[in-house]
């Protein structure tokens, strides 16, 4: 067998294609761009490349890129000012503050004065609750891009054992939830779970985001299995996923490449969750995206 791959540069570029439609009629309606500011402090190269490329994404859907570098050295009330000055900013309808921050700023004091209702990143401990509790908030992107190419995959989660590495804030928690919340059987591993293989090997649904190169093994994998690999691990050989993937490829029935799988989906997302953000502030139906 040889698994299908699932290309998740083609399906960002759909869902990329249905944003820039929906704002379109957005705009035509609102009279005005649906907005994202993005705020980077500091120089850390592949942050800046992340701003950019979100910047392009933004742009390119026919919305309002407003990009804030700020220097390495600034304080956290300049940083805090400069969010409460977002929120403020009705142009402005999705807020972003690259991670991570400079050890010297407070990250969660950040995240937690950013407006939740323009959280596009879903990292606000409102918008976690609400994703814990079913109620509408912003799922961070990389777990909801994950979601979207599992559905592609699957229209129908509800009872498959669904196996997720990871437990971070940003993807393995969030990603549980989606899978939950889909009516998948959940299962969280991580750093201290005793046998991973054990309960990898039962997933039907198996989402990788451990920040280990190659971590999960061909033989760890159920026949069949669709996996997702999160992971971005720049090695000697290049980008290379948390899978095995050339092992991976002979047992399960659909998997993410590294690169070009989750990776361009978060991108997609978050122009996604801007949209979505610009309707509810403007109180006008979003398209389903
Ligand atoms: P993290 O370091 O915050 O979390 C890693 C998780 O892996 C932890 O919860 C830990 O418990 C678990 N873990 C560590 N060692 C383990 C082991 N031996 N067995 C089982 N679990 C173990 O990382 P993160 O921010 O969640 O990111 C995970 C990966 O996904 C990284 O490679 C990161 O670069 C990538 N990532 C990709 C995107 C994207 O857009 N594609 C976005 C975010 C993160």
């Given at each position: 067998?040889?698994?299908?791959?699932?290309?998740?540069?083609?399906?960002?570029?759909?869902?990329?294609?249905?944003?820039?439609?929906?704002?379109?009629?957005?705009?035509?309606?609102?009279?005005?761009?649906?907005?994202?500011?993005?705020?980077?402090?500091?120089?850390?190269?592949?942050?800046?490349?992340?701003?950019?490329?979100?910047?392009?994404?933004?742009?390119?859907?026919?919305?309002?890129?407003?990009?804030?570098?700020?220097p390495a050295?600034?304080?956290?009330?300049?940083?805090?000012?400069?969010?409460?000055?977002?929120?403020?900013?009705?142009?402005?309808?999705?807020?972003?503050?690259?991670?991570?921050?400079?050890?010297?700023?407070?990250?969660?004091?950040?995240?937690?004065?950013?407006?939740?209702?323009?959280?596009?990143?879903?990292?606000?401990?409102?918008?976690?609750?609400?994703?814990?509790?079913?109620?509408?908030?912003?799922?961070?992107?990389?777990?909801?891009?994950?979601?979207?190419?599992?559905?592609?995959?699957?229209?129908?989660?509800?009872?498959?054992?669904?196996?997720?590495?990871?437990?971070?804030?940003?993807?393995?928690?969030?990603?549980?939830?989606?899978?939950?919340?889909?009516?998948?059987?959940?299962?969280?591993?991580?750093?201290?779970?005793?046998?991973?293989?054990?309960?990898?090997r039962r997933?039907?649904?198996?989402?990788?985001?451990?920040?280990?190169?190659?971590?999960?093994?061909?033989?760890?994998?159920?026949?069949?299995?669709?996996?997702?690999?999160?992971?971005?691990?720049?090695?000697?050989?290049?980008?290379?996923g948390d899978?095995?993937?050339?092992?991976?490829?002979?047992?399960?029935?659909?998997?993410?490449?590294?690169?070009?799988?989750?990776?361009?989906?978060?991108?997609?997302?978050?122009?996604?969750?801007?949209?979505?953000?610009?309707?509810?502030?403007?109180?006008?139906?979003?398209?389903?995206?």
């Amino acid at each position: 067998m040889t698994a299908a791959i699932i290309d998740g540069k083609a399906h960002a570029a759909a869902l990329r294609g249905r944003v820039a439609d929906a704002v379109a009629a957005f705009r035509e309606r609102a009279g005005r761009a649906p907005g994202l500011a993005v705020v980077l402090v500091g120089e850390d190269p592949a942050s800046a490349v992340y701003v950019r490329n979100k910047g392009k994404a933004t742009r390119e859907a026919g919305m309002a890129s407003f990009e804030h570098r700020l220097p390495a050295d600034t304080d956290a009330a300049t940083l805090l000012a400069l969010v409460a000055q977002l929120n403020a900013d009705p142009a402005v309808d999705g807020i972003l503050v690259q991670l991570p921050l400079p050890a010297h700023i407070d990250a969660e004091a950040v995240l937690l004065a950013i407006d939740p209702d323009k959280d596009v990143d879903g990292f606000h401990p409102v918008n976690a609750g609400r994703l814990a509790i079913g109620a509408e908030g912003f799922v961070p992107c990389t777990p909801l891009g994950c979601l979207m190419l599992l559905k592609d995959v699957h229209p129908q989660l509800a009872g498959l054992e669904a196996v997720v590495i990871g437990r971070s804030n940003i993807v393995g928690k969030p990603m549980a939830q989606l899978l939950l919340q889909q009516s998948c059987t959940v299962t969280i591993v991580h750093s201290r779970t005793r046998d991973v293989a054990a309960h990898t090997r039962r997933a039907d649904i198996l989402v990788a985001a451990v920040g280990i190169p190659r971590f999960v093994q061909g033989d760890w994998i159920k026949p069949g299995a669709t996996v997702i690999d999160v992971g971005i691990n720049r090695t000697d050989a290049g980008l290379v996923g948390d899978v095995d993937f050339a092992a991976a490829q002979g047992l399960a029935g659909a998997i993410t490449p590294v690169p070009g799988g989750v990776g361009p989906m978060t991108i997609a997302c978050l122009i996604r969750n801007t949209y979505v953000s610009a309707c509810r502030r403007e109180a006008l139906d979003a398209v389903a995206l």
